[in-house]
């Protein structure tokens, strides 16, 4: 029974498809370029960029570390992230995934480090991440991940 479900609405939407039928996709103005907000945290200024088509990118600068200057555009960038999974053990050692929550910080030259991670996710016991390309779990280095804007994944 379950399987006629399924290909009734795999045809279904098919047919949609095909015909047209589908809803119309907002209109998404290539010209404008992102709204910017602070947020000062006690290690890190995070640059919140809330871009017209509904998606918002962190950047995220150290206390006392340089600030590279970025052009801005109409669309945010999308690298890959440096991992499949990323997660922490709490204190009931249970292992809490915390993907989701990161996706607005994967932005190019954004260092990921243990103590952004503990500022921004009070109470974590220790942090691990599945590579994306080993799929191995690995205890997050302690000098952090840089996200690569080229998609070569990690470096740390």
């Given at each position: ?24 996709k ?49 669309f ?7 991992w499949?999974?990323?997660g ?8 809490q ?7 607005d ?19 974590t ?28 994944g990690?470096?740390?």
């Amino acid at each position: 029974m379950n399987e006629v479900v399924y290909y009734a609405i795999r045809a279904w939407l098919a047919v949609r498809e095909f015909c047209g039928c589908s809803r119309k996709k907002p209109e998404i103005d290539g010209s404008a370029l992102p709204t910017t907000t602070w947020e000062s945290g006690k290690q890190f200024n995070i640059q919140v960029l809330n871009y017209s088509d509904g998606r918002t990118k962190r950047r995220v600068f150290h206390q006392g570390g340089e600030q590279d200057e970025v052009i801005y555009s109409a669309f945010p960038p999308s690298p890959p992230p440096p991992w499949f999974f990323i997660g922490s053990y709490d204190s009931a050692k249970s292992l809490q995934d915390k993907t989701y929550e990161m996706d607005d910080y994967v932005y190019p030259g954004n260092v990921i480090t243990l103590d952004l991670l503990r500022e921004l996710f009070p109470g974590t016991q220790r942090w691990v991440y599945i590579h994306p390309q080993t799929f191995e779990e690995t205890d997050f280095p302690s000098e952090g991940i840089v996200i690569q804007s080229d998609g070569d994944g990690c470096s740390h």
